[in-house]
T-cell receptor, first 112, second 111 residues
Framework: DAGVTQSPTHLIKTRGQQVTLRCSPKSGHDTVSWYQQALGQGPQFIFQYYEEEERQRGNFPDRFSGHQFPNYSSELNVNALLLGDSALYLC???????????FGPGTRLTVT | GNSVTQMEGPVTLSEEAFLTINCTYTATGYPSLFWYVQYPGEGLQLLLKATKADDKGSNKGFEATYRKETTSFHLEKGSVQVSDSAVYFCALEGFDYKLSFGAGTTVTVRA
């Protein structure tokens, strides 16, 4: 049983560009959340998707958007990249009958 | 809103020493509490959890008890190994499945 997978592993972008990160949840999970972890800090909640809709959103600007597909996989899009967007982006999945979230290995985004 | 405060590091210990990392929380309702561990260059791994007051979570020699009266969930291990060197995060999950994390505590165990 595959766990949560994310792609790509690493990404380097230039300021002002746009980026798309992808996440496949653990089998049987239908809720996907995204977190941003800046260097030396704890993860910060970006948003959560369930039934293809954004259900919760953290304190992130509209440049951060997402999508969930019918197979429960998800994308995180960031427009107009800033240097401060450099971070590890983590995806977590959860099932309604489970009481814990499983994290993927993350995508390391570097903005130059 | 929900928040977590955990002991700042870094913490450096010798092998077989006792480890405690303090964690307190502020939350509405009855959150679930977690400890996650992050090894260098990796994502987060769930270490242990407790879903209601007085529950004790345990795994790999680590323990933490959900104390509602003191709003705490301190992590302990009686005898650490070099392989326990990592960053440890305390987190809570509210009814909305949103995780709130502490800032993390870096633990280094020397042989």
């Amino acid at each position: 049983d595959a766990g949560v997978t994310q792609s790509p592993t690493h990404l380097i972008k230039t300021r002002g560009q746009q980026v798309t990160l992808r996440c496949s949840p653990k089998s049987g999970h239908d809720t996907v959340s995204w977190y941003q972890q800046a260097l030396g800090q704890g993860p910060q909640f970006i948003f959560q998707y369930y039934e293809e809709e954004e259900r919760q959103r953290g304190n992130f600007p509209d440049r951060f958007s997402g999508h969930q597909f019918p197979n429960y996989s998800s994308e995180l899009n960031v427009n107009a990249l800033l240097l401060g967007d450099s971070a590890l982006y983590l995806c977590a999945s959860r099932g309604v009958f489970h009481d814990e979230q499983y994290f993927g290995p993350g995508t390391r985004l570097t903005v130059t | 809103g929900n928040s977590v405060t955990q002991m700042e590091g870094p913490v450096t210990l010798s092998e077989e020493a006792f480890l405690t990392i303090n964690c307190t929380y502020t939350a509405t309702g009855y959150p679930s509490l977690f400890w996650y561990v992050q090894y260098p260059g990796e994502g987060l791994q769930l270490l242990l959890k407790a879903t209601k007051a007085d529950d004790k979570g345990s795994n790999k020699g680590f323990e933490a008890t959900y104390r509602k009266e003191t709003t705490s969930f301190h992590l302990e291990k009686g005898s650490v190994q070099v392989s326990d060197s990592a960053v440890y995060f305390c987190a809570l999950e509210g009814f909305d499945y949103k995780l709130s994390f502490g800032a993390g505590t870096t633990v280094t165990v020397r042989a």
